[in-house]
């Protein structure tokens, strides 16, 4: 917290400041990270007099303010101040923005002379479909924002038919299967992988996605093009549902990842393909003989006689070649903590 003290060395340097958030270590060190209404952020020492020196760019990004850039109202976009960051680390020379929505990345690169090709499934930006159409040339940065996954019955931002135009069916917000979605980014990041010259990087801005009870993450299902340079979380301020008081134990999602691939290779690709498998752990080998008891036992409510115990276990892959299944139950029953054995019927213990 900050002092009066604290208040009166921070004092000169509150001007246009939009956020002020207190460091303290244990080495009693204490700093004040100041950010400003145009999104620049300096460290004070608390601990001294010198000025205020400028932050550093690192894996952790956030910006309380949005900047000058892009459009507030245009539901799903994010801060320039992001953007202008990227761009300013990795200085590229030539830019490509496939979907960029209210053009906040193209609003970024023209006030910082970069040379940028914005286009969008809109017809405003040229109705570029990304799941169909080519590109034409090749950049050393591709930056693209992803939209959210949107469950149906979800309030989470949908843009053809809503934000501009009519729906159109290849609008990634407009594809409510998961499968199906994973499958159209997958495609749409290949596809500007071929378009990255050899040293170039592609930068994805990506979320996840929740309602009632389900819970998508892009980051964990879409495969990767590229080799990982860097993964940055950013923090997300001013979401839909900052204003929605929830009643149960709900963790709101308030950050994005950003995704650095680099294309260092002019043949060869380094890939990561994610597949996703539904596996029965009575069709399982591996697993030990006392997980399998805790399952028959959760599965029969928490309690079962021995024989139940027998019959589901019968038929397992482990249980084949073992002559002595029987007796095999009962010494795990016995030996084993998580069990209670009262006249052949077994319990789960308490967690307690």
């Not at 990345?105 to 040229?126: C, T």
């Amino acid at each position: 917290m900050l002092n009066q003290k604290d208040f009166e060395i921070l004092y000169p340097y509150l001007k246009n400041i939009v956020n002020i958030e207190i460091k303290e270590y244990p080495n009693k060190t204490k700093e004040a990270v100041l950010e400003y209404s145009n999104g620049e952020k300096y460290i004070k020492c608390l601990n001294n007099n010198k000025k205020p020196v400028k932050a550093g760019f690192s894996s952790i990004i956030e910006h309380f303010t949005r900047g000058d850039y892009g459009n507030s109202s245009y539901r799903g976009n994010c801060s320039g101040l992001l953007i202008k960051d990227l761009y300013q680390y990795f200085g590229p020379q030539k830019v490509l923005d496939p979907m960029c929505g209210s053009n906040t990345s193209g609003e970024v690169a023209k006030d910082l002379g970069i040379n940028q090709i914005s286009l969008d499934l809109n017809p405003k930006f040229g109705g570029f479909n990304i799941l169909k159409d080519a590109f034409d040339q090749s950049f050393d940065l591709i930056f693209c924002h992803f939209p959210y996954f949107v469950f149906k019955g979800s309030k989470m931002p949908v843009y053809s038919g809503v934000m501009w135009g009519n729906p159109n069916p290849y609008d990634l917000s407009r594809i409510n299967d998961e499968y199906k979605f994973t499958t159209a980014i997958n495609l749409a990041q290949a596809k500007m992988y071929q378009a990255l010259r050899k040293g170039g990087r592609m930068i994805m801005l990506i979320g996840d996605s929740r309602f009632r009870g389900r819970y998508y993450s892009m980051f964990k299902s879409m495969n990767f093009y590229g080799d990982i340079e860097n993964i940055l979380i950013k923090r997300q301020y001013n979401c839909v549902s900052n204003n929605i008081a929830y009643s149960n134990k709900f963790l709101p999602i308030e950050h994005e990842y950003v995704v650095v691939l680099r294309k260092n290779d002019e043949y060869i690709v380094h890939c990561i393909h994610v597949t996703t498998q539904i596996k029965n752990i009575m069709e399982c080998k591996g697993i030990t003989w006392r997980s399998l008891i805790q399952s028959i036992l959760e599965h029969f409510g928490g309690k079962a006689s021995r024989g139940q115990i027998y019959g589901e276990l019968k038929n397992h892959p482990k249980a084949k070649n073992n002559n002595f299944l029987k007796e095999k139950i009962r010494q795990v029953t016995n030996n084993y903590k998580d069990f209670i054995v009262n006249n052949s019927v077994v319990s789960l213990v308490a967690l307690n």
